[in-house]
């Protein structure tokens, strides 16, 4: 014999079924799809460790190439901080400045080439190395070329700021280059060989 409880019903109702899946379903598949994400993602890892394309897969020649290419274009970079040096009597001459004065457009582009990484090396990684390297190298050389045919002192120092500012980034993306060029193993010389052009660059310039 039981006794009533007041406000509750002696019967229970069974609750209806529902279709829908619970959450507890829905956790036990995430594992499934996420193996299969990681799965893909090694398998691409994979392939591009083996692909014909990665830098480090490519033969030597075409490494030494490379190499070549980018230390030609730091060497150029570096050299002409200082090829501007011996003109500075002809600077004096031409435009009637001081000794001081002169060496303005020097000063420049060496102050130059600290801001020049800050938009180089960014845009290295968003557009590719290629671009940054081809299209520094050129405007480089037109402020260069403009510089030179400068009338006036005051467009001389301008053109030299915009030469470093181009030239820049070939002296600090060359760096990551390598380094998706090369094993760890094999970094040593090479980045030797490349860190040696800007020190031979001011020397020889």
Request: charged fraction near 15%; glycine fraction near 10%; include cysteine.
């Amino acid at each position: 014999m039981t006794a009533d409880v007041p406000g509750r019903s002696s019967d229970v109702e069974a609750a209806p079924a529902s279709d829908a899946p619970t959450e507890v379903d829905a956790a036990n598949d995430k594992p499934a799809a996420a193996d299969g994400h990681s799965d893909s993602e090694t398998a691409r890892k994979l392939d591009w460790d083996r692909e014909p394309s990665n830098p480090r897969n490519w033969p030597t020649w075409k490494k030494a190439l490379q190499m070549l290419s980018v230390s030609s274009m730091a060497f150029v970079a570096s050299v002409a901080t200082s090829i501007m040096s011996p003109a500075r009597a002809q600077l004096m001459d031409d435009f009637g400045v001081s000794s001081t004065v002169a060496l303005v457009p020097l000063a420049l582009y060496v102050f130059a080439l600290g801001f020049g990484p800050v938009v180089g090396g960014p845009l290295s990684e968003t557009l590719g190395r290629q671009p940054v390297y081809v299209g520094s190298l050129a405007l480089g050389a037109l402020f260069t070329l403009g510089a030179g045919l400068a009338r006036g002192f005051g467009a001389v120092c301008v053109l030299r700021f915009l030469a470093g500012f181009c030239w820049a980034p070939l002296l600090a993306v060359p760096s990551a280059t390598i380094a998706e060029t090369f094993e760890a193993r094999a970094r040593g010389p090479v980045s030797a060989v490349f860190i040696l052009m800007p020190f031979l660059g001011p020397g020889l310039g």
